[in-house]
């Protein structure tokens, strides 16, 4: 474990060379102080589970000494996680606009209240300009968002209402990415004077 460092690394192995099984004890003791000085951060009882666990690892599992934790095996430390399983069962219409934003159409279309249907569509259109201008730098037409919504709702949502288009104008995207200034600020010499 490249984190404890080559010293720490030959302590282990030196600890292996021990025949006798109170030594290497004491041994690995004294290496887990030096751990902690290291990173004086592993002085809780969950980071010293760790520590004897990393010292398992570092040795190849092949440390014999008297711990307090259960001796691990390399199969529970090498877990690895199951696969998520993405939804990929039914296609995208538009990849810029994500699975969710056409979940959240399909939530408009289901809404009974008229009032809450029209801001659904209200942000959804803002996402929907959002996600466009990620992807895109160009600027968005209003009426390509429109015929977007009518595409991805098969044509029962109704996005003609003065609402839409005054959300749709105020809608800014920030670009989060910071502008470098490649231009080096020189200073200027000052005159020496004699």
């Not at 404890?4 to 600890?15: H, P, T």
């Not at 599992?61 to 696969?83: A, Q």
Request: charged share 30%; glycine share 2%; aromatic share 8%.
């Amino acid at each position: 474990m490249p984190e404890y460092g080559r010293n720490v690394q030959r302590m282990v192995e030196y600890a292996l060379t021990i025949e006798d099984k109170e030594e290497r004890t004491k041994c690995v003791q004294a290496i887990m102080r030096t751990m902690e000085n290291l990173f004086p951060y592993l002085k809780t009882e969950e980071s010293r589970h760790k520590m004897f666990d990393h010292l398992a690892l570092m040795s190849g599992f092949r440390l014999d000494i008297d711990s307090p934790y259960n001796r691990p095996t390399p199969e529970e430390l090498r877990y690895h996680p199951d696969v998520l399983p993405y939804n990929t069962t039914i296609p995208l219409r538009f990849r810029h606009y994500g699975r969710m934003l056409e979940s959240m159409i399909r939530e408009a279309v289901a809404e009974n209240d008229a009032e809450r249907k029209k801001q659904l569509i209200v942000r959804i259109a803002m996402r929907m300009k959002q996600n466009f201008l990620l992807w895109n730098k160009d600027n968005v037409d209003e009426s390509h968002i429109k015929e977007d919504i009518a595409v991805l709702s098969a044509g029962e949502l109704n996005c003609d209402f003065p609402e839409l288009h005054e959300a749709l104008a105020h809608t800014v995207v920030k670009n989060n990415v910071p502008q470098q200034n490649n231009k080096r600020k020189r200073r200027k010499k000052k005159p020496v004077n004699n």
